[in-house]
């Protein structure tokens, strides 16, 4: 690998937010080398046949609402490079002791109609709350995905908010999931669906956010859907890829960044082994903050307070995961009315509560609450006729204090990692008994695995960071660096660690682009600097 002497920027690592500022920036002309440390670009968006050749497994994340939904992904248009977006039959499924199930589907009479069966006016309730969605969602995810403040979508949200209920509105983006929809709904099928959703960040219940992120996915749930790439999660990363090399771009893989080149201030190029890369323009680091502050820069090239403000920085919690091929669908004790993508389980909405607090207090879950994706449900091409590609993950804490299932330790060797695995299995037995006789291959990987296979996921955390009210917008990664610029001038923080955070939408990677575009208009290109060999070794 012989990698160009000079360009004019270098994007770190082409998670999604690399992928879509490296994009951005070749789309103005910009000759822009994408650094991949991995084999293959994605980050948290690749798919693998490790398990089964004939089955493809998602190695991380799986669903994108936000990619459907965001003006981001949208904007590169990513069917021209091959992308096919497919559906399950039903969005959501949360089965239920009794054998019902609470159930998400695309078509609003349907999900209206059963939460009807499960409680009579529900379905009118959940009707008024669509109808709400669709006068003023579109303008608050735009503001969302956009650097804060959000003059033009927060301005358009505003005009829309009367319409809406105002303030009353306001009030309940802002509660927690646990009153959010208080006085609104009388079965708790919809409370299941709120709460299962809200967690699937880690703000607690009755935390105030934990109401807009549970409204935000069933509302997208509701009018995008939560759909996946044909073929596996890893191509839409290859479509953004595909788009990027079309516009110029040049990508390279198994190039670690080890080291970021500061002079007088400013970012002048990466070590990547034993080469240098000079930049005439700017750095876009779709890295982890950790990485970031005090590694590829070291904390002596920065000013002090972000040395002390980086102490505080929280990530979120672990996450052990479990892929699966099984040689037939799963065995649902009932089968659900419509097969969903995306299946919740946990007993009730106390043990989602519970769950939640044992993770907070440093304990392994004893009945941990499942997210689940059944594959080739929702899309086909995922294994052969009549099997099925499976996957269930859980959260764990990032510092193990106890067990409260029993005696593990959070070292998580290979034979905890079974253990736990076990008792995830047994959850998901409990509701479709038979299931473990369908197991042709399961993989477990742990934290470190996760990791080991995508850095920015310490801990086996998922979304860059706490997505605690206080550590984000204006406080995300920390306070005083809530934008995409750092304190070294041409270096901007491209990943899920900037606002607004986790999951699919490019709006970090988008947000940095814009910002390195807008600062370069007030600069002259310069000429690369002339790095000597010595540096940053
Ligand atoms: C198990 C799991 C399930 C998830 N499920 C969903 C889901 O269903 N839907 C959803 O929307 N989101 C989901 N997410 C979250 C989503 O995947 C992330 O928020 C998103 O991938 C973040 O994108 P990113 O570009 O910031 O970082 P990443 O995707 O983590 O990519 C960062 C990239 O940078 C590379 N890199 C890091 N350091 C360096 C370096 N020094 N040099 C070179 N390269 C480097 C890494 O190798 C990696 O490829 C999930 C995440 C996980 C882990």
């Known amino acids: 690998m012989t990698l160009p002497r000079d360009v004019d920027a270098v994007v770190i690592g082409a998670g999604p937010n690399g992928l879509v500022a490296a ?10 080398l994408l650094l991949e440390a991995q084999p293959d670009v994605g980050g948290a968006v690749r798919s693998d046949r490790e398990l089964h050749p004939d089955f493809v497994s998602d ?50 009479d349907i999900t209206a ?42 301005l358009r949200a505003m005009i829309k908010l009367p319409g809406v209920g105002g303030l009353s509105f306001v009030r309940q983006l802002l509660a927690p999931a646990s009153v959010a929809l208080e006085g609104k709904f009388g ?10 959703n809200a967690l ?8 105030s956010g934990s109401g807009f992120l549970g409204l935000l996915l069933n509302m997208l749930g509701q009018t995008v859907g939560f759909p996946v790439p044909e073929g596996g999660a890893g191509k839409l990363s290859d479509a953004m890829r595909d788009r990027f090399v079309a516009q110029g771009g040049a990508v390279v893989c198994n190039a670690e960044v080890t080291k970021i080149i500061i002079a007088h201030g400013r970012a002048v190029g990466v070590r990547v082994h034993d080469q240098l890369v000079s930049v005439r323009r700017a750095v876009l680091a779709d890295v982890a903050a ?8 070291g904390f002596d090239e920065l000013p002090p307070r972000v040395r002390d403000k980086m102490a505080a920085f929280r990530r979120d ?20 009315p419509y097969p969903p993508g995306t299946v919740h389980i946990s007993d009730s909405y106390q043990e989602l509560v519970t769950s939640f607090a044992q993770l907070s207090s440093g304990s392994i879950p004893d009945r941990p609450f499942l997210l689940m994706g059944q594959m080739t449900t929702a899309d086909p091409t995922r294994s052969p006729a009549g099997t099925e590609s499976l996957w269930a993950y859980t959260h764990v804490p990032q510092r193990v204090h106890d067990d409260a299932g029993g005696k593990l330790t959070g070292i998580w060797d290979a034979d905890e990692a079974e253990q736990f695995a076990d008792r995830m299995q047994n959850r998901i037995e409990q509701h479709a008994p038979g299931f473990s006789q369908r197991i042709i291959a399961r993989r477990v990987l742990t934290p470190s695995e996760l990791e080991r296979r995508d850095a920015n996921l310490i801990g086996g955390s998922i979304n860059g960071g706490t997505a605690a009210l206080d550590q984000q917008v204006i406080f995300r990664p920390i306070p005083g660096l809530g934008r995409a610029n750092t304190p070294i ?49």
Request: aromatic share 8%; with cysteine.
């Open 187 to 196: 079965g708790d099928a919809a409370r299941l669906l709120l709460a299962g």
């Open 200 to 207: 699937h960040a880690d703000i607690a219940l009755d935390g």
């Open 489 to 537: 001038r041409g270096l901007y923080l491209a990943s899920a660690a900037a606002h607004p955070g986790g999951s699919v939408h490019g709006a970090c990677g988008m947000n940095a682009a814009r910002a390195a575009l807008a600062a370069a208009r007030l600069a002259p290109r310069r000429r690369p600097v002339n790095i000597p060999r010595s540096v940053g070794s």
């Open 317 to 336: 919690p672990g996450t052990v995961k479990v892929d699966y091929a099984l040689s037939a669908p799963v065995p649902w004790r009932t089968p659900p």
């Open 113 to 154: 109609s059963l939460l009807d069966d499960d409680h009579p006016g529900d379905g009118a309730a959940w009707r008024a709350l669509v109808d709400q969605w669709q006068r003023i969602g579109p303008s608050l995810v735009d503001a969302l995905v956009t650097p804060f403040p959000p003059l033009g979508p927060g």
């Open 290 to 297: 950790e990485h970031l502050y005090g590694r590829l820069v």
């Open 23 to 32: 994009n951005r920036l070749a789309d103005a002309g910009w000759e822009t």
């Open 59 to 108: 190695t991380f994340s799986a669903f994108y609402p936000m990619a459907a939904a965001s003006r981001v992904i949208q904007g590169l248009h990513l069917e021209d490079y091959g992308l096919r977006w497919r559906h399950a039959p039903a969005v959501l499924g949360h089965p239920r002791g009794d054998g019902s199930w609470a159930m998400l589907h695309r078509d609003v």
